[in-house]
T-cell receptor
Framework: AQSVTQPDIHITVSEGASLELRCNYS??????LFWYVQSPGQGLQLLLK??????LVQGIKGFEAEFKRSQSSFNLRKPSVHWSDAAEYFC?????????FGAGTILRVKS | GAVVSQHPSRVICKSGTSVKIECRSL??????MFWYRQFPKKSLMLMAT?????????EQGVEKDKFLINHASLTLSTLTVTSAHPEDSSFYIC???????????FGEGSRLTVL
């Protein structure tokens, strides 16, 4: 069965520091992988996605993620966090249009 | 990117009443729409997949008679929560794509509170 694990429920980083949000997945075939961001009371915005090809994927707002098949991971990174990045981040895996989401990681940014 | 809009963004209703939430694709035709439910501090749970002009496909454990989904046109899907109960209080999010394998675009979500 498909599943996504985001081990960190909360992460707090200082503004300007680097960020890595972890995501591990279980999927029977080659996965499609996604990272979404959700601000309070809002819907989800796609940050980036991996379908195939280069395993290092660039997204919006300076985010990137690396697909590592051997580790079944798709961790999200940003070299320098801004206060506006504070939100909840969801990793998702799927095929077609059906997505399975992780439980989310809440990012807090301290000044 | 494409825009998906939900209405209302917030709704409060009494137990036993029915509430309808609309999901519209504003600048594209959505052959497929998805309804998710998000519990506090938890992830999104897929409730059902709705295809224009046909019956929705519900995920295991989702009550079809309670959560009525209609996808009458290529730009509109509705979720009706019937005989609402306080445990139905949640954040409901829809998403839409132009076709299978297409990028999913999410609505802003609708927060339902049942008193």
């Amino acid at each position: 069965a498909q599943s996504v694990t985001q081990p960190d429920i909360h992460i707090t980083v200082s503004e300007g520091a680097s960020l890595e949000l972890r995501c591990n997945y279980s999927y029977g075939a080659t996965p499609y992988l996604f990272w979404y961001v959700q601000s309070p009371g809002q819907g989800l915005q796609l940050l980036l996605k991996y379908f195939s090809g280069d395993t290092l994927v660039q997204g919006i707002k300076g985010f990137e993620a690396e697909f590592k098949r051997s580790q079944s991971s798709f961790n999200l990174r940003k070299p320098s966090v801004h206060w506006s990045d504070a939100a909840e981040y969801f990793c998702a895996v799927g095929g077609g249009n059906k997505l399975v989401f992780g439980a989310g990681t809440i990012l807090r940014v301290k000044s | 990117g494409a825009v998906v809009s939900q209405h209302p963004s917030r709704v409060i209703c009494k137990s036993g009443t029915s509430v309808k939430i609309e999901c519209r694709s504003l600048d594209f035709q959505a052959t497929t729409m998805f309804w998710y439910r998000q519990f506090p501090k938890k992830s999104l749970m897929l409730m059902a997949t709705s295809n224009e002009g046909s019956k929705a496909t519900y995920e295991q454990g989702v009550e079809k008679d309670k959560f009525l989904i209609n996808h009458a046109s290529l730009t509109l899907s509705t979720l009706t929560v019937t005989s609402a109960h306080p445990e139905d209080s949640s954040f409901y999010i829809c998403s839409a794509s132009e076709g299978m394998g297409g990028e999913l675009f999410f609505g802003e979500g609708s927060r339902l509170t049942v008193l």
